[in-house]
C-alpha cells in the first residue's frame, strides 16, 4: 500500500461527511478534524516507530512507552478532576500495568526484548488502561452522585469511608471491566480482532497471528482488572477528609 | 456497653462557614440530657446542619462542642456516630430486605444481628417479624422511617438526633411515631434532638426547643416557648412571616 491507494481510501470519510450534512448532525467539523489528527498523529508515530525500531537502543523504546504513559495520563484525568492527585494516580495505575505486563512478557522469554515488540504490545495495554481508567472514573464519578445518601448513611451509622463507598466501588470497577470481558467472549465470531486482520494482511501466518492476539487478550484482561482496582483503591480516600466527613464537592461531577 | 457520663451536648461559639457563607452563626446553647429538645424554625435556618454538627459529619468552623462534657475532638469519629444516632429525614435504604438494613450497623462491625434481637428491635418500632425478610425498598414511608429509626437503636444510640422523620407520613402514621419516640425517651432514658416543621408537635413532644433563623439560635427554653415568646422573630415566625 502506499500513499496513493491510501489518497482513495478517503472515499470512506467523505461518506459519513455527506450524510452528516444531508442529515444536519453537525458532525462534518468533527469528522475532518478526526480524520486529520488521526493522519498526521499515526504517521509522525510511523516515523518514529522507523526511527527507534533502526536505532535498536532500549533506551528510545523506554521514551517512547514514557511518552504514551504521559499522553495516556494527561486524557484520562480529565475525567477525575474531582479527585485530588488524579494525575499522579492514574500515572501509577498505568505504569503498574505496563511493568507487570513487560515483567510477563519480557521475565519469561515470551516475546524478545526488542522495540518491535515491547512498543506496539506496551501501547495496547496502555491504551486499554487509558480507556479503563476514564470508564472507571466516569462510573465512579456518577455512583458516588447516586448514591451519596446512602454513603452518608454508612458514615453515620459508624461505618468508615471504605466501607460507605464500598458498594459503589464494586459497582465501577464491575463495570468498567464488563466490556472488556464482554466483548472476548465474542470475540473472532462476530469479528476478526485489528491487530490479528493487520498481521494477516501484512502476510503472517494465520495461527501466529491468532496466538498473538490471545497474548494480546490476555493482557488486556489483565489491565482491566489491575487498571479499575488500582485507581479504585487510590482515589476513594481522596473524597473524605481525616474526620471521616465527606468532602461534598467531590460527591458533585463538575464539568470541566 | 459504653455510656456517656453526661450525654447532653453543649454548643459555644459554634459558627461554621462554608464558601465564605455563614451556615451557622455563633450558636450557644444546651441539650438537656434524657430529655427531647425540638428543634423548630423556617427552612435553611441550619436546623439539619445542627444535627450533622452533633455527630460530627461536618465540623464547626469556630467554638466548642462538648458531648458528655468531652470536647467532641475527643472523639474518635466512629465512636460518636454510634453514640450520637441520627435517623435521616429521607430514610435511605440500602438494597436488601429489611434484615439487611437491621444488621448494617453490625456488619460495619464485622459482626451479626441474631434473628431474636432483629425480632426485638423491630418490636420495639411496631412492626412484627413478618417484615424481616420484605425488600426493603417496597416498604411505604411510614414503615421505611420506623425501620430507619430501629437501625439507628441497634447501635444502641445514647443520644438521638431526628431530621424531621415525620414529614413525609399520613395524621395516624404520625402519631404513632410520635408515641414511639416518647416511648424510647421514656424506656431507655435517650437524650433526643428533634427537628420538625410541625409547631404542634414541637410544643406536645418536646420538653425543651430551639429556634433557629438564618443559622442563628434565636430562642431557647420549654416546649411551649413559641406560646409566650416576646421576641419579634419568633412572633413572626409563628405568623408565618419568614
Known amino acids: 500500500m502506499n500513499y496513493s491507494t491510501l489518497a482513495l481510501t478517503l472515499l470512506f470519510v467523505f461518506i459519513p461527511i455527506i450524510l452528516s450534512k444531508t442529515l444536519n448532525l453537525g458532525l462534518e467539523k468533527d469528522t475532518i478534524i478526526a480524520t486529520i489528527r488521526s493522519i498526521i498523529q499515526l504517521l509522525f508515530v510511523g516515523y518514529i516507530l522507523t526511527f527507534v525500531f533502526e536505532a535498536q537502543g532500549l533506551f528510545y523504546t523506554f521514551l517512547m512507552v514514557a511518552l504514551m504513559i504521559g499522553a495516556a495520563t494527561l486524557n484520562a484525568r480529565k475525567k477525575g478532576q474531582n479527585i485530588t492527585g488524579i494525575t499522579w494516580k492514574i500515572c501509577l495505575t498505568l505504569l503498574t500495568v505496563e511493568g507487570i505486563t513487560l515483567t510477563v512478557l519480557l521475565g519469561l522469554k515470551i516475546i524478545p526484548a526488542t522495540a518491535q515488540y515491547i512498543i506496539p504490545l506496551s501501547g495496547m495495554a496502555i491504551g486499554s488502561a487509558m480507556v479503563l481508567s476514564i470508564l472507571f472514573l466516569n462510573r465512579f464519578s456518577a455512583e458516588l452522585e447516586a448514591y451519596e445518601e446512602q454513603v452518608e448513611l454508612i458514615l453515620s451509622l459508624g461505618g468508615t469511608p471504605k466501607q460507605a463507598v464500598h458498594r459503589q466501588l464494586l459497582a465501577a470497577i464491575r463495570a468498567s471491566m464488563m466490556p472488556t470481558i464482554e466483548s472476548q467472549k465474542t470475540i473472532g465470531i462476530v469479528q476478526l480482532p485489528g491487530m490479528m486482520s493487520g498481521q494477516i494482511i501484512a502476510g503472517a501466518d494465520p495461527i501466529q497471528a491468532v496466538l498473538f492476539q490471545l497474548l494480546v487478550l490476555f493482557i488486556l484482561l489483565s489491565t482491566a482488572a489491575i487498571s479499575s482496582v488500582l485507581l479504585g483503591f487510590l482515589s476513594y480516600p481522596t473524597l473524605f477528609n481525616n474526620q471521616m466527613q465527606m468532602i461534598r464537592e467531590k460527591f458533585h461531577t463538575v464539568e470541566k | ?242
Open chain 2, 1 to 242: 456497653m459504653k455510656t456517656f457520663s453526661n450525654p447532653a451536648i453543649h454548643f459555644h461559639n459554634i459558627t461554621l462557614k462554608i464558601d465564605n457563607r455563614t451556615i451557622i452563626n455563633n450558636v450557644t446553647g444546651s441539650f438537656p440530657e434524657g430529655k427531647i429538645t425540638t428543634l423548630v424554625g423556617p427552612s435553611g435556618a441550619g436546623k439539619s446542619t445542627i444535627l450533622k454538627l452533633c455527630n460530627r459529619l461536618i465540623s464547626q468552623s469556630s467554638g466548642e462542642l462538648y458531648i458528655a462534657g468531652q470536647a467532641i475532638e475527643h472523639y474518635n469519629p466512629i465512636d460518636l456516630r454510634r453514640k450520637v444516632g441520627i435517623v435521616l429525614q429521607s430514610a435511605p435504604m440500602i438494597k436488601g430486605t429489611v434484615f439487611d438494613n437491621l444488621n448494617l450497623p453490625r456488619v460495619l462491625q464485622n459482626s451479626s444481628l441474631s434473628t431474636e434481637e432483629a425480632v426485638s428491635i423491630l418490636a420495639d418500632v411496631g412492626l412484627d417479624d413478618t417484615f424481616l425478610q420484605k425488600d426493603a425498598s417496597s416498604l411505604s414511608g411510614g414503615q421505611k422511617q420506623r425501620v430507619s429509626i430501629a437501625r439507628t437503636l441497634v447501635n444502641d444510640a445514647q443520644i438521638l438526633l431526628l431530621d424531621e422523620i415525620t414529614s413525609a407520613l399520613d395524621h395516624n402514621a404520625v402519631k404513632e411515631i410520635e408515641n414511639l419516640i416518647l416511648h424510647i425517651n421514656n424506656k431507655h432514658g435517650v437524650t433526643i434532638i428533634w427537628i420538625t416543621h410541625n409547631l404542634q408537635q414541637a410544643t406536645h413532644v418536646g420538653h425543651y426547643m430551639w429556634v433557629l433563623m438564618d443559622g442563628e439560635l434565636i430562642e431557647a427554653g420549654n416546649s411551649n416557648l413559641l406560646l409566650h415568646s416576646k421576641n419579634k422573630k419568633v412572633q413572626l415566625f409563628m405568623n408565618g412571616g419568614v
